[in-house]
């Protein structure tokens, strides 16, 4: 018996299940090479790429004061209102401090009170002073003349030499007396000009004090740590009675409402992406819904110029790669509200049409 007589005959099921690998095999050839032309395609259109994210605000709300923490009035992931309280840190030493500073102004305050009546009582000694140089004066000038009608009358014996001596020596003690009260005068407005210069510097320590008034409330106002804006807490890194200090990350908080998309574009892109292009977007976490974006701006360097280490060709060790452009893209109002609510920070974009 020959070897091909030995052969065993295929049975109808093992044909069956021949044919179909086979044509499995087809098709899944068919599949690869379609999906590698529809990549082929799809990468190469002018602006299409998956290098694309959602961008918000997102701040780190920080202490501006030291002291433990009182209370905490908000949980993660709660919308908070602009103005709201978020935490409230000790005040009961900070109240203090307002109340010392209060204290010290006034006690600035009073003495200024102090030098004012100084002055006062300085300018009222100048207008005595000057009123009684004013009579002394007159005095003095009616005595000079009736010294002189004696001098005439000494010359024709009318009067004797005692006379006039006596109206002599009452004239050198009126020029004396009006001498002193002209040296009082100015010994008075040395005073005067003194104690005025009292009051500029009682004013300059009225607004030292002022303003350690103002600091001590500003620190005041610190212990209540206040949103910033309307926006979404993010993750909490506190506790009740945690001491905090200053600059201390208490939370991150996302702004609300002002969202956009930082899309990565391809030098052989770029050139075709202008400001105000209308595109087409797919965020992944939201399927089957498409988004209309609006071109804002585009970078004025690549991706890898902003880094904190850039590239240095100079070393020898130079590989071409192809550089990516941001470009912000903004949400029209023609997407659904409800439909954006839906988009978070971090999202991964697809631009896939214009």
């Known amino acids: 018996m020959s070897n091909k007589e030995n052969q065993p005959v295929p049975t109808e099921r093992a044909k069956w299940v021949r044919i179909f690998f086979n044509l499995l095999?087809?098709?899944?050839?068919?599949?690869?090479i379609a999906y590698g032309i529809i990549v082929y395609f799809h990468l190469n259109r002018n602006v299409y790429t998956d290098d694309a994210q959602v961008e918000q605000y997102i701040n780190p709300?920080?202490?501006?004061?030291?002291?433990?923490?009182?209370?905490?009035?908000?949980?993660?992931?709660?919308?908070?209102?602009?103005?709201?309280?978020?935490?409230?840190?000790?005040?009961?030493?900070?109240?203090?401090?307002?109340?010392?500073?209060?204290a010290n102004l006034e006690d600035v305050k009073a003495g200024k009170n102090v030098v004012q009546s100084d002055v006062n009582v300085a300018a009222n000694s100048t207008n005595i002073s000057d009123a009684n140089i004013a009579e002394m004066k007159a005095r003095l000038d009616n005595q000079a003349t009736n010294l002189k009608r004696y001098a005439n009358l000494l010359k024709s014996d009318v009067v004797s030499q005692y006379q006039y001596d006596e109206v002599k020596t009452e004239y050198d003690a009126m020029k004396a007396k009006y001498e002193s009260l002209s040296s009082q005068k100015y010994a008075t407005q040395l005073t005067t000009k003194s104690v005025s210069n009292k009051i500029a510097v009682s004013?300059?320590?009225i607004m030292h004090a002022q303003a350690a008034v103002d600091l001590a409330k500003l620190n005041l106002s610190y212990c209540y740590i206040i949103a910033p804006y309307d926006g979404v807490m993010g993750r909490r890194k506190i506790d009740v009675g945690q001491l905090m200090t200053p600059g201390q990350p208490l939370a991150t908080i996302v702004q609300s409402g002002d969202i956009w998309v930082i899309a990565n574009y391809t030098e052989n892109q770029i050139a075709r992406i202008k400001v105000g292009?209308?595109?087409?977007?797919?965020?992944?976490?939201?399927?089957?819904?498409?988004?209309?974006?609006?071109?804002?701006?585009?970078s004025g360097a690549t991706g890898s110029s902003y880094s904190a280490v850039p590239v240095d060709n100079s070393t020898g060790n130079f590989v071409k790669v192809q550089q990516r452009i941001p470009v912000k893209i903004i949400f029209t109002d023609k997407n659904k509200p409800a439909d954006m609510k839906n988009v978070r920070s971090g999202m991964n974009v697809e631009i896939v049409d214009k």
Do not use: C, H, M, W
């Open 277 to 298: 292009d209308l595109l087409k977007l797919k965020i992944d976490a939201i399927p089957n819904t498409y988004f209309e974006g609006k071109v804002q701006s585009l």
């Open 61 to 102: 709300i920080n202490v501006r004061i030291q002291g433990y923490i009182k209370s905490i009035r908000f949980e993660e992931n709660q919308a908070v209102k602009q103005g709201d309280t978020l935490v409230i840190i000790d005040d009961r030493e900070y109240k203090i401090q307002v109340e010392q500073a209060l």
């Open 203 to 205: 004013n300059a320590a």
């Open 25 to 32: 095999s087809i098709l899944v050839l068919i599949a690869i």
